[in-house]
């Protein structure tokens, strides 16, 4: 059934960002309300896929490599369209569906057998540590996307050459304000993260932080974001600053969830 | 006979220079004029329009050479000589000041060409002449239709929704840049005229307030009092570009007014909220190092050009086809102006026909007066009955579009058939 829904997802995605991406460079209106439904649609069989998949493990589904992709996918659908009812942003949708279709397929091709959940997983913990930390992620990366955009957008501007993007992107005050929203969610989502995960080390482990390097990681992403948070509210950093920062932060992201897995061993190296 | 001939006056931003503009442009308000209008009797109808750009009178008249003159004499005569009212005002007869006003509130002509202020400006002169009972059969018809046209225009081109200028690009810039304009503040550095035609736009587009600051400062008054702005002087500039979001600069100055250091400073203290400069002197006024800072953005005119020329093919299609909708609709308006003048004999010929028709029934029925009341008013139905009926041809041969033969030269024919010119008494002209 999981299964099922899954497959279906990605496919209804794949079309959804075709959608998108045609509206993005032929600037149909219809295409666009097509395009979101159709996003909508995916992200209600994405929903009901994770729900179904919950009940056939017993546990919450964000344990193996494959399900941490999927419910990064889940999540930052979840953040776009938060977004998307607060704010209009021109064309975010084709940067964010390109995004969630290449999660989806990257958690497509990882294996989807259902682990027995180790003992010192078999927590409460589970649920709040893993779903508080990709949620940030998702915001996250939709500051990553927002940063592109404004990078893209103001290249244009500042060179006086306009291309593909200019007509098509947002106003640079919009993509900042983006990334400003993005980023003052995100990272306390994150520090909640990274204390709620140290909790549970010192239930499970005995000790808050164990410097593996999933957590070396998470922390110098911490680090990262902090910088541009505390600049933005202190010095009054905007711009090209903070979206390059957050394109930095973001790409720490990816690293701690594949690198610091793949690359290097660790405690976390069971979880994705 | 033949109607009043439609007469337009005026001047504009394209035939007269901005100095001469000022002096003519009524400041009082539309009262006043409208009423001195009203004392001169070869006046039928009149209405009056003055924006910054503009100033324009169109009436309707028998005697269009003596009008003019009287026109001319009682609004812009103490301003200007005879000699410069001869050169800068224009003037424009019937068809010409049809297209002409159709022209304006379409918005081709005017500075921005596609701004849609001057339609509201001239609904709200319109409502001026309409308040003193100035405009009459003809120019209630032609305003109406010229509202019309301009919505046409606006919804059927594509005219108001591209850079059609230097300063609508720079308008453009400015909306990718700060996303909405409202709320945002204007500096006019020189209060030239691409300066005046740049901050008529940002007007246009909402924004906050306006600041200008020019070297002698009774001009940033004058030019601030156009946008409800305010003036300040040369020397407060930096501590404006604390406050302000776009900076427009078009002074004469042969040195940089602002360098990359001064703005840098500037950008700390506000704490990097973006500035967009836009410099349209000649030579430069700005540092084109600013152009590097963070959140700074610096476009002198030749960028704007590069800018506008992107955009114009399209703008040159849009605007013939605007030309074509008005071409369209002033041949529309000329045939219902044809049509008016056919209008006296018609009512001329209906009333013939049926003093004729009573007049028999009288001698056979007895007087109408004497009858009663049921009996009197089924006869007059029966008298409008047959007069219609009577009438009839020759109406649908004035009124039916007949290619060969001239409006003139039907109604001719209509009042020689019907001897209407000699029957009445009344001597026409025709």
Redesign the interface.
Known sequence: MSFLLFQSSVVVYLLATAAYLVFFLTQKNTLRRTGRAIFLVAFLLHTANLIARAFEAGHTPITSHHETVSFFAWSLGCCYLSFRWRYVVKNLGAFVSLLVFGLMLIAAFSSRTMLPLPPALQSWWLPVHASTSLFADGFLALSCIGSIMYLL?ERE??K?R?GLF?SRL?????LDKLNHHCLSVGFPLFTLGLITGSLWAKQAWGAYWQWDPKETWSLITWFLYAAAVHQRFT???????VAILSIVGFLSVLFTLWGASFLLEGVHTYVA | MSRDAIVLLGVNHKTTPLAVREKLALAAGYEEPLRALGQLEDLREYYLLSTCNRVEVLFTCRDVERARDRVLELLFGQAITKAEAEQYVYRYVNAEAVEHLFLVAASLDSMIVGEAQILGQLKEAYRHATKVGSSGFILNKLLHKSFSVAKRVRTETRIGAHAVSISYAAVELGRKIFGALAGKKVLLVGAGEMAELAAEHLVAQGVAEVVVANRTLQRAVNLARCYNGRAVSLEELLDQLRQVDIIISSTGSPDLILRKEDVRSVMRERRNRPLFFIDIAVPRDLDPGINDLDNVFLYDIDDLHNVVEMNKSERDREAVKAQRIIAEEKLKFGKWLANMESTPTIVQLRAVVEAQIRAEVEKTMGRFDGMDEQRRQGLERMVAAITGKVVFPALHYLKTDNHCIGMPERIKTVRELYLLDTTTGEQEES
């Open positions: 957008q501007i500042k006086k306009f200019y947002p106003s640079l005050e919009t010095v009054g950093w905007r711009g090209r600053r």
